[in-house]
């Protein structure tokens, strides 16, 4: 039994502990109160590019600033507003938080991207793309600058009504990532029927991929895959020196990790693009 915890812990690190387990318990009046407060708000963590350096975007993780818990991972809250009904809500207030953020760097001259983590209920719930356009219009941002990470998980409970979404979204110009690949299931056949523009390759294959031959076998057919099908790859949970060589040699488009910048409120980003600049890997 300790083998497999070890190994489940190597193999799925990115499992949420259980809301009741540990930490103090969180209750839907708590992220009520929350919601209404403010106290969630968006982080960003930069997306860089292997090839140059170049910073490209960011991906808005929501973080909850509690009063007197502190900081509180999503992993601890997206689920309770998925299963209580508050994630429409949530996601409402995360976008229209992050395209004010967005077309604030736009007037000062900053062209980096957006991407949005989106749930399956959010995706589902039919009014997501309305809300997005009339946010873009009312900011004046292109769609073309904003991508929707969805997860395998997310669209595999209604496939049929998923793909009408997302192909409308797409439609309008936003960009779709397929979140965390591998993790799923079924992926090639909805990589063959959804219209993605985006693949993440998962931190659980990407961490010290040159370690073990079995991951890099993994990584190198994927990025393969998605090369041919014309997807750009991005590789999540890019720690170390090492691991941002062996996926810059293998081609992959962009980094994201601690490696190149952890998530951060939204006044650090120029701060870490000075000392990123003054250390990025040259090429
Ligand atoms: P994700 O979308 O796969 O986001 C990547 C996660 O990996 C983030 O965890 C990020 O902090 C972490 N990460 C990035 N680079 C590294 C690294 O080099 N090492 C390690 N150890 N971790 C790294 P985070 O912020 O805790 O978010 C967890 C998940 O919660 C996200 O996974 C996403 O699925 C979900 N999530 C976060 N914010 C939102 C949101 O606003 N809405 C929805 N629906 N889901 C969200
Ligand atoms: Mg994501
Ligand atoms: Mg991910
Ligand atoms: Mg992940």
Known sequence: ???????????????????????????????????????????????????????????????????????????????????????????????????????HWQTSGLAIKLSLNISSSSLVEGKLCDRLLEQCRQKGINPNLITLEVTESAFVKDLGHSLEMLSRLRMHGFGLS????GTGYSSMQQLSLLPFTELKLDRSFVDRCHE?????AIIESTLTLARKIGLRTVAEGVEDKATWDELARLGCDECQGYYAGRPMPQDQLLPWHEQWQARAPAR
């Open 178 to 181: 397929i979140d965390d690949f």
């Open 212 to 216: 073990d031959p079995v991951r890099l």
């Open 1 to 103: 039994p300790a083998r497999l915890a070890e190994l489940l812990a190597r193999w799925a690190p990115d499992t949420r502990p259980p809301l009741a387990g540990s930490g103090p318990h969180i209750g839907v009046a708590d992220l009520t109160k929350a919601l209404a407060q403010g106290e969630i708000m968006p982080w960003y963590q930069p997306k860089v590019s292997f090839a140059t350096g170049e910073w490209l975007g960011v991906e808005a993780l929501s973080r909850w600033l509690h009063p007197t818990l502190g900081m509180i991972p999503p992993g601890r809250f997206i689920p309770l507003a998925e299963e209580q009904g508050l994630i429409t809500l949530l996601t409402e207030r995360l976008i229209e938080q992050c395209l004010q953020d967005k077309a």
